[in-house]
């Protein structure tokens, strides 16, 4: 299939949605994981869902980045940063993803790439486990967001979270799109996301 098929596909998927942050959760998709059992998006779309778990020695890797906690919301960014790239290491081995590339439209097509409804979803779900891991203290997850919609720009999602525990109580978007697999997303204020924010290198 040419990439220009595939954009016409993509671009039908999103605007035959309703503009609700929870328009890629399915009920094959869980939306209470945990450690034990948790769903991943792959194959461009969500068009194929893994149900997954991890061992001990494995949820040890992620869980590390939290010990000690951290002592500051911006101290605990960087920990979920370091998480959820660990959490792409050890999800990419189980679903042969791990050749994932940033972006898409350059790689469209190949085997094991993931798009932003596959990596919004995924990181939604990684920070959602976190949070039930109790690891979590100055942020909680939200709902995925999208920007774009054909009218602004090109339609592109990305999960988000918000600061508690904080006076200015932030949120931001956690885009894990924009980098190889295992990579550390961006977390960015969730309103300069909203702009059209993108990574100098792309």
């Known amino acids: 299939m040419n990439s220009s098929i595939n954009i016409i596909l993509i671009f039908f998927l999103l605007i035959s949605s309703p503009i609700n942050?929870?328009?890629?959760?399915?009920?094959?998709?869980?939306?209470?994981?945990?450690?034990?059992?948790?769903?991943?998006?792959?194959?461009?779309?969500?068009?194929?869902?893994?149900?997954?778990?991890?061992?001990?020695t494995e949820w040890q890797q992620i869980a590390q980045y939290f010990n000690p906690p951290a002592e500051s919301a911006d101290a605990e960014r960087i920990?979920?940063?370091?998480?959820?790239?660990?959490?792409?290491?050890?999800v990419g081995i189980k679903t042969d993803t791990t050749h994932d590339k940033a972006g898409l439209f350059e790689h469209m097509g190949s085997y094991g790439q993931l798009d932003c409804i596959d990596e919004s979803t995924n990181t939604t779900?990684?920070?959602?486990i976190l949070q039930k891991q109790s690891l979590l203290k100055w942020?909680?997850?939200m709902d995925h967001v999208t920007r774009g919609f054909f009218?602004?720009?090109?339609?592109h999602s990305s999960a988000a979270m918000k600061e508690i525990n904080t006076p200015q109580k932030n949120e931001y978007a956690v885009d894990s799109w924009f980098e190889d697999n295992g990579k550390p997303p961006h977390i960015i204020l969730l309103s300069t996301w909203r702009s059209g924010w993108e990574p100098e290198k792309l």
């Open 79 to 90: 920990k979920i940063a370091h998480a959820i790239a660990k959490f792409e290491q050890i």
């Open 139 to 141: 942020h909680e997850p």
């Open 125 to 128: 779900t990684y920070l959602h």
């Open 21 to 56: 942050a929870d328009i890629f959760l399915r009920e094959d998709i869980t939306t209470t994981p945990d450690i034990n059992h948790f769903s991943m998006c792959h194959a461009q779309g969500c068009k194929e869902v893994e149900q997954l778990s991890l061992s001990k």
């Open 151 to 155: 009218i602004f720009g090109w339609p």
